[in-house]
């Protein structure tokens, strides 16, 4: 077995993948985003501070975009306790898309 494997660089994997959805938003110009985990939000909301906790629940327009806020499936998947609250978002989620 080849211990010399690579590291994971969380943060660089992170500014990678946080330049590839800022293309996305500016090609696909979304109706709605799904910020799921604290990252997310804080990036989408242009706000380090910001927590799924205070802001799931309700609809913001952020970035002139209709947007939701989760928490990561990871987490949920640790604190099983989130699961329905997970739940209860997608619900809202699609009942916004729906119109409901």
């Not at 990036?43 to 913001?60: K, M, N, T």
């Not at 099983?80 to 898309?97: C, I, Q, V």
């Amino acid at each position: 077995m080849d211990r010399h494997f690579r590291a994971y660089d969380k943060e660089a994997a992170r500014r990678a993948c946080l330049k590839h959805l800022e293309r996305q938003l500016e090609e696909k110009s979304p109706q709605w985003v799904m910020c799921l985990g604290n990252v997310a939000v804080q990036w989408f909301f242009l706000d380090p501070e910001a927590e799924v906790r205070a802001l799931r629940g309700s609809w913001h327009t952020v970035r002139e975009i209709g947007t939701r806020v989760s928490y990561h499936p990871l987490a949920v998947r640790r604190r099983p306790n989130l699961r329905s609250r997970f739940l209860e978002d997608w619900r809202a989620l699609g009942e916004g898309f729906r119109g409901k």
